[in-house]
């Protein structure tokens, strides 16, 4: 499989090996979408509570008489019936949302990403990309002049200047490949992967 090597103006200036293993994995539609629920579950927090009814602020004074009024009878107001009384099955703070997922499993979704993001031309291979000083408007000038406004970069190393210059852009996100996740990459356009990270890619992943 071969990757194209982006220049500094966002041209294709040459075209660069990648690994079959990693870049030339058939597309598994099925796997993929469980490799990103098991993602997307796994980050939440599960913190949600809800009340029943001997948790919920109410008077335990019985609301009208038992017989006479044509009603159905209640005995308080904190009743699941009742608007404002708590609920028949609450939801706990200690609920448990993971999804366990096999290692094989993870590593063969996201081999399966990047080769559909080969296919559909949407991942681009650079040397480097570097700013010189951690100020946002110079990399998003960098990016402007490449063509680029939603850009996944995984970089083998991530220097403090450019950690700090992309945190404040909502459309570009810079990690190293360890940090790579699967939502990630199917959510930003173009995905550029650095030499360095390619390998790194490679020892995770194949």
């Not at 019936?81 to 993870?106: A, C, Q, S, V």
């Amino acid at each position: 499989m071969q990757l194209e090597l982006l220049n500094e103006q966002g041209q294709a200036a040459d075209k660069v090996d990648a690994p079959d293993t990693v870049f030339s994995r058939e597309y598994n539609e099925a796997l993929i979408h469980q490799v990103v629920v098991a993602y997307q579950a796994n980050a939440r927090q599960g913190t949600r509570a809800q009340k029943d009814r001997g948790q919920v602020h109410h008077s335990t004074k019985k609301p009208f008489r038992q017989k006479g009024t044509g009603r159905a009878r209640a005995g308080m107001t904190s009743s699941p019936l009742w608007r404002g009384g708590g609920r028949i099955f609450p939801n706990t703070p200690d609920e448990n949302f993971t999804h366990k997922l096999n290692k094989k499993m993870y590593r063969a979704g996201m081999a399966s990403i990047l080769s559909q993001l080969a296919r559909e031309g949407r991942i681009a291979v650079v040397d480097r990309l570097t700013v010189e000083a951690p100020k946002t408007k110079l990399l998003a000038q960098k990016l402007k002049a490449m063509g680029l406004d939603s850009v996944l970069l995984l970089s083998h190393e991530v220097d403090d200047n450019l950690r700090m210059a992309s945190r404040n852009l909502p459309n570009v996100l810079v990690v190293e490949p360890r940090y790579a996740d699967p939502l990630s990459l199917v959510h930003y356009r173009k995905v550029l992967v650095t030499r360095g990270a390619m390998d790194a890619l490679k020892e995770m992943l194949a």
